[in-house]
């Protein structure tokens, strides 16, 4: 099974202001609750996360290796993650819309183990609400 979600946010923000967050595979990854902790190469298209899932079968660090496959600057990424346990495509899409911009996101994620696509299923949603908070308080911070 594969699990997909599309979720849209809208900002006040310029779209110059979230592209600035979502091109940092950085600031992505720390968005992400499973993630224990992520190295980003020096290139800055390839970073490697660590990642924590409670789920029985995996009992040690889940390490994904992404890379951004896409990247139309200011505009739009997207990026590849692969592991043994899954494999995740992320796509951001930053629009202009009534003196803001909005950000269209698209997680894809297939499970290579029993457990894996169930609990992302349940909590995709909630990532991509950690993923709203961090960019709106970014811009809170920098405001």
Known sequence: MTVRVKRTF????PGERVWEFIADPAKRAGAISV?????VSDDGRHATWYLE???P???????VE??????DEPTHVKFVGKSRVMRVTGEHTIEEHDGGSRLVNEFTVDGRLPGVEAFFERNL???LDNLET?????FEATA
């Open 10 to 13: 809208e900002f006040d923000a």
């Open 35 to 39: 993630v224990d902790r992520f190295d």
């Open 53 to 55: 899932l409670p789920i």
């Open 57 to 63: 079968l995996v009992r040690s660090t889940v390490t």
């Open 66 to 71: 992404t890379e951004d496959i896409e990247v």
């Open 125 to 127: 949603d909630r990532e």
């Open 134 to 138: 961090e960019l709106r308080r970014e």
